[in-house]
């Protein structure tokens, strides 16, 4: 079969010739069609789970999913996920089936997924197996559901924020009846669990279209992120912004690089916004109060520390100056480290791109200096930590300065001194003003 991967042939060769019907289908034929090399290949066959085993006794196996007829095979350290085909039963918890029952039909095994485009097989001659039209949508660019679609949200309300992850990784519209359905059925997405919701909105945010889906889904969104809910209408002062908070953050998380903190920050670093207006346009202090409730939205996402951690200090720090007053930016350096400001940057630049453009554009020239100003000090590799200092405590004995406290405390003066510029991080001047120091010091101790 042209286009799949060597692994995969073999396991759907292996099933063939054990009399089995086996099928690549899903995700992996419709990158195929799309033009995208699939990053994996999962199979559906008509083989019952111990079928499976016996077919593929002598290879290394995973029966992790095996209950509900996965099986995941080993070829040369590639996994190749195959499902017996199946249909599946109630779901009463909204979230996974109650049961699920094996077929020997593919059209059983179809019927049961979420989209058309998702409904794609590769068939025994090479040609695509099509039932409920994803070829025409994937070529017209429509999100749609197999069946009704009232009744594939009502199955897993997760389906819902996968579908605004399709439309925004591959530019498609989600057809109208489908996007009904989703309105309908968000209050099922407090059914699922903090862990699938964060997956998915990790999807949704890092990819490239995330800004129009954005935009045009706000009560979806806000439903996965209910802090954003009072962003949406909230106006903002003419003179810095064109957009309400919510058109503002949404621009603004398509704005920065795809990486999930950084869109994180860019979605959520205005949310303390509603709970600080004062009617007269001013926000004042929203940077601490959205990085508190940005902390809790994100705890409650089950997101990990580290994660929480990175995106609430940006938030806090989103309004940070950003000088390029030479002393100012050595401070900054010393006090936040060259990666926080880095990203800070790519924060404040997005913020910028999503504000009324006149402003917009003075400040991205003000961001321009202070790139060009960091890098510049960069590449004189300034000395902003006591790491990176000329002496040592070690020196500081040598020249008989006590052991103890003082020590730490003439370090921290000559790091000072540094960063301000007052003196040359060179070892001779460094010693010399820590032996003035202990002369001041022994000086007033004696009055």
């Known amino acids: 079969m042209q286009g799949i991967s060597p692994q995969a042939a073999r396991a759907v060769q292996m ?43 002598g290879e290394r196996i995973l029966e992790t999913g095996l209950r509900h007829g996965t099986l995941t095979v080993l070829f040369d350290s590639v996994p190749v996920e195959i499902t017996t085909f199946r249909s599946d039963g109630a779901y009463s918890d909204g979230r996974r089936p109650d049961a699920v029952a094996f077929s020997r039909r593919l059209e059983d095994d179809l019927a049961r997924r979420d989209f058309t485009i998702n409904s794609l097989c590769l068939g025994e001659d090479g040609g695509i197996i099509d039932l409920f039209g994803g070829r025409e949508d994937l070529e017209r660019g429509i999100i749609r559901c197999i069946g009704d679609p009232w009744e594939r949200f009502g199955e897993d309300a997760l389906r819902i924020l996968r579908a605004l992850r399709f439309a925004a990784a591959f530019g498609f519209v989600i057809e109208e009846q ?16 903090p862990e699938r919701v964060q997956a998915e909105m990790r999807g949704l945010l890092c990819a490239p279209d995330v800004t129009r889906v954005l935009l045009g889904y706000p009560e979806t969104v806000c439903a996965a992120f209910p ?24 621009r603004a998380t398509g704005e920065i690089l795809p990486r999930f903190p950084l869109r994180l920050a860019a979605l959520l670093h205005d949310v303390g916004k509603p709970c600080c207006a004062d009617g007269q346009g001013h926000f004042y202090g929203h940077e601490a109060r959205g990085a508190a409730l940005c902390g809790e939205t994100l705890a409650a996402l089950r997101c990990s520390a580290a994660l929480q951690q990175q995106v609430t200090r940006l938030v806090r720090l989103h309004h940070l100056p950003l000088c390029a007053e030479r002393v100012r930016l050595r401070r900054l350096l010393a006090r936040y480290g060259e990666p926080l400001l880095r990203d800070l940057l790519l924060l404040q630049r997005a913020d910028a791109a999503a504000q009324a453009p006149a402003f917009g554009a003075q400040r991205m020239r003000q961001l321009d200096q202070f790139e060009a100003a960091l890098d510049g000090m960069i590449a004189e590799c300034p000395a902003v930590g006591l790491s990176q200092l ?11 300065l006590p052991r103890g406290r003082e020590i730490g405390e003439t370090l921290r003066f ?30 007033g101790m004696a009055k």
Not at 46 to 51: G, L, Q, R
Not at 227 to 240: D, I
């Open 15 to 57: 099933l063939r010739d054990a009399g089995f019907r086996a099928v690549p289908v899903g995700g992996c034929v419709r990158d195929l069609l799309r033009g995208v090399v699939p990053h994996d290949w999962d199979l559906a066959t008509s083989a019952f789970p111990d079928e499976m085993k016996r077919v593929f006794a």
């Open 390 to 400: 000329a002496v040592r405590g070690g020196d500081l004995l040598a020249i008989g």
């Open 414 to 443: 000559l790091l000072r001194e540094v960063i301000d510029e007052r003196l040359p991080n060179e070892r001779g001047a460094l010693l010399a003003a820590a032996q003035e120091q202990q002369k001041k010091r022994r000086g």
């Open 227 to 250: 802090v954003l809910s009072g962003c949406v209408g909230l106006a903002q002062p003419p003179q810095y912004h064109c957009y309400d908070v919510y058109g503002h953050v949404a």
């Open 178 to 193: 489908t996007a009904r359905a989703m309105r309908d059925q968000l209050p099922r997405l407090r059914l699922l669990a």
